[in-house]
């Protein structure tokens, strides 16, 4: 006999609005309580002291998490100009510091070698994987890493404020692995200055924005009924995706792992991701070919 699971089948998504001081584990963790969902995950880290938008998947929606990790997302972030810290953010201890401070025309002048298709060194303490452990574990325990530079594609960064002449705010939207706090320490290397992230928040992600956030309060509160009306469908997170209309006789082979006929869309190339879509509902994603979706996950939520 199986041993019945614990908690409620929960599925969907809740975005939150996280606060600085907590991680994004201990996030998942707090509202997975508040719901009793049995199973829970994160679509991206944000550090402890960052803030913004953390988008939670419970369920069946967590099948649908790397389409939201990869996909762009934004960033507001403040520079403090003049030091450069061991984690790359005001939490690290100061290695080096500068007395030069960069003109608003030089910090413009400096971004257009940060957009595009770039290749950016991971900060020491990241959750980048060495020799199967993570990056911030050895580091935290005295190493010095010789972390490879990984491609990185920014699609906007933008000078929103300077505020004086130590510190300044930006705003960046990038694809999946990007480090803001790379980010600022190559720049203020670049500019001669030294730099590291005062301040970070994430607004948007995928089709999330921080400002559809369920109040945090509901978190700490524990009110499992607001909590319960912000979940939003797991098709949510399939935004990226195509989606391709079957049958209930199609649904019902696709749930059981098999190619099934679905509704193409026009242009819809062979081989391209999908979502079957029964009344509107996920039942499945897979690859197109030649008229059938060839599942890859199949969703089990309705």
């Known amino acids: 006999m199986s041993r019945r699971q614990r908690g409620q089948a929960v599925n969907g998504w809740l975005i939150l609005d996280k606060p600085a001081g907590i991680t994004s584990t201990q996030a998942v963790n707090l ?66 510091t500068s007395p030069e401070r960069p003109t608003e025309a ?14 950016q060194t991971p900060p020491q303490v ?15 325990a005295g190493e010095t890493l010789d972390l490879a530079p990984r491609p990185l594609h920014v699609s906007r960064l933008e000078l929103v404020a300077l505020h004086d002449a130590d510190t300044a705010t930006l705003e960046m939207t990038c694809g999946k692995g990007g480090y803001v706090r790379s980010i600022a320490r190559d720049l203020g290397a670049m500019l001669g200055c030294l730099g590291h992230v005062a301040g970070l928040r994430r607004l ?3 089709p999330f924005r921080v400002a559809d956030a369920a109040d945090w309060q509901h978190v700490a509160s524990g009110d499992t009924a607001a ?19 079957c049958t209930p006789e199609a649904a019902a082979r696709l749930r ?14 062979y081989g391209a991701e999908a979502w079957a879509a029964l009344d509107g509902r996920a039942v499945a994603i897979g690859r197109f070919r030649a008229g059938e979706l060839h599942p890859s996950r ?5």
Request: glycine share 10%; aromatic share 6%.
């Open 256 to 269: 059981h792992g098999n190619a099934a006929p679905v509704t193409a869309l026009p242009g819809l190339d």
């Open 227 to 245: 909590l319960t009306a912000a979940l939003l469908p797991l098709e949510v997170g399939l935004a990226g995706l195509p989606a391709l209309p």
């Open 204 to 206: 948007w992600s995928g």
């Open 31 to 96: 509202a997975r309580r508040v719901l009793d969902a049995r199973k829970a995950g994160h679509a991206g880290t944000l550090d402890p002291a960052a803030t913004g938008l953390l988008a939670l998947a419970f369920g069946e929606a967590t099948k649908t998490v790397p389409y939201v990790t990869d996909a762009e997302k934004a960033y507001r972030f403040t520079i403090r100009w003049g030091a450069a810290t061991a984690t790359d953010d005001a939490e690290g201890a100061v290695i080096a």
């Open 106 to 119: 030089a910090i413009r002048a400096a971004l257009p070698a940060f957009t595009g298709d770039i290749l």
């Open 126 to 140: 990241s959750a980048v994987k060495v020799a199967g452990e993570r990056a911030y574990d050895l580091a935290r």
């Open 298 to 302: 199949v969703l089990d939520a309705h």
